[in-house]
């Protein structure tokens, strides 16, 4: 059997398990930071005498320097390897965080944000390209669906985090424990191992063969012949261009990637960044807009378990495409609600819908692209999205405090943006429910 053939047949054990909570525990800190901005910024919208304006731009920075670090770190790697690039991307968000407690003043925070987002942009697409190299054919979109989990449950903590630490330390207490997860890198270097897929297609057939080994080991496995293996990953190309994400093989694949992220993460970040603070716009007090939005967060956990379930059983296109309806009417009907019962409904379905699509997203995403392009397709397809991202923020403060359009307005456009999104993938999504992650295709 080949290397690839070992490790897609594999039954799932608790290597994979472990694997799971290591890289899960990074994203729920990933998220975590992420969070802490969203509940920060209604706070220095008085603190400092914000404009919405200037309030956008700071959730947009941060967007600039994950649509930078994604591309990046996607490209690296692919040179240099996942764990190197997943380990120091960690410290990057985890020590600009901290450092945005010391901000003086409005611009000294946008550029630690832009720090801070740099880091999270760059670990994403390669912490879910790791997970995926190791996952079972089988059972991938489910470990990929659970790993991106962990961004509820860094949510609450940021939340949690906000709700609790906030009112009594002061916004800058936040940021500073914000900067404690640079201190998980020491386990995180010890419990995750290089990808054997990484490894065998830069020619370091031993080790890859040796990690094989021990997975197999571990999941009571025994096979001998390791001859093809290695005959098999030499053939594997060493080097990645860009350009190739644009050859007649993948240009179809491509489109679709960008296009799908910018959608999605237009809709997230130009939503979620601005929740507490558009509650707030809507009469509540800054301590019941941070209880809606926790509650609306817990609503994700169930979003993204179901998704979990459905996209190894009925596939990535039909479930992708019925989350992204259903954020979008949930969106439309939370910005149509005007009392606290209906607004909590609606936007714990928002969230459902809006985490579980997203949680398919990095599932479907490195399955469209073989072992040597696969952080790099990633990468770029995350740093496309980014610029949705980017744009989101700053087009919410414009519609409310340039054209003072009512709320409603804000989330009927992000409805479209996710019709839209979810044609998209009608239209050019491929289905890869169960495909071996191998150099074909």
């Known amino acids: 059997m080949t290397l690839t053939e070992r490790l897609e047949t594999l039954p799932v054990s608790r290597f994979h398990y472990l694997l799971l909570i290591s890289a899960g525990l990074g994203w729920m800190f990933d998220s975590m930071d992420t969070g802490i901005i969203s509940f920060v910024l209604p706070v220095l919208m008085k603190a400092w005498n914000l404009s919405p304006e200037q309030v956008g731009t700071l959730g947009s920075i941060g967007l600039v320097g994950m649509a930078i670090g994604a591309i990046l770190s996607g490209t690296v790697a692919d040179q240099i390897g996942r764990k190197k690039v997943f380990a120091s991307t960690l410290i990057i968000y985890s020590i600009a965080t901290g450092l945005c407690g010391l901000s003086w003043n409005y611009q000294s925070l946008l550029v630690f944000r832009f720090l801070v987002g740099f880091g999270l942009g760059g670990q994403l697409p390669v912490a879910v390209t790791m997970m995926s190299e190791f996952s079972p054919a089988k059972h991938r979109g489910k470990f990929l669906v659970l790993l991106e989990s962990f961004w509820a449950i860094g949510w609450l903590l940021a939340a949690l985090v906000s709700y609790i630490i906030i009112p009594k330390f002061g916004w800058q207490s936040a940021f500073y424990i914000g900067a404690l997860p640079a201190l998980y890198v020491f386990y995180l270097w010890k419990s995750i191992p290089e990808s054997p897929r990484y490894l065998a297609s830069k020619g370091k057939l031993a080790q890859a ?140 379905l928002m969230s459902f819908f809006n985490l579980g699509a997203w949680g398919l997203v990095y599932t479907y995403t490195p399955e469209l692209y073989p072992t040597h392009a696969r952080a790099t397709g990633s990468g770029w397809a995350a740093g496309f999205g980014r610029i949705g991202g980017i744009l989101a923020p700053i087009v919410v403060g414009v519609m409310i405090g340039t054209y003072h359009l009512p709320s409603q307005s804000v989330f009927i456009m992000f409805a479209a943006v996710l019709i839209l999104t979810a044609l998209n993938v009608l239209l050019l999504g491929e289905e890869t429910k169960g495909k071996p992650m191998d150099e074909a295709s």
């Open 209 to 348: 063969e040796a990690i094989v080994k021990a997975i197999e080991s571990q999941s009571g496995v025994q096979r001998t012949s390791t001859k093809q293996v290695s005959q098999q990953n030499l053939e594997v190309p060493a080097k990645m261009a860009v350009s190739e994400l644009f050859s007649s093989k993948f240009i179809k694949r491509t489109v679709f990637l960008w296009l799908l992220w910018f959608g999605i993460v237009f809709a997230y970040y130009g939503i979620f960044t601005w929740l507490p603070s558009l509650l707030a716009l809507k009469g509540f007090t800054l301590t019941k807009s941070f209880q809606y939005v926790m509650t609306m967060t817990l609503a994700q956990i169930p979003g993204y378990f179901s998704a979990a379930f459905l996209v190894d059983k009925i596939g990535r296109k039909p479930t992708l495409a019925t989350y992204l309806i259903g954020t979008a009417i949930s969106a439309y009907l939370f910005g149509q609600s005007t009392n606290v019962q209906t607004i909590l409904i609606m936007g714990s």
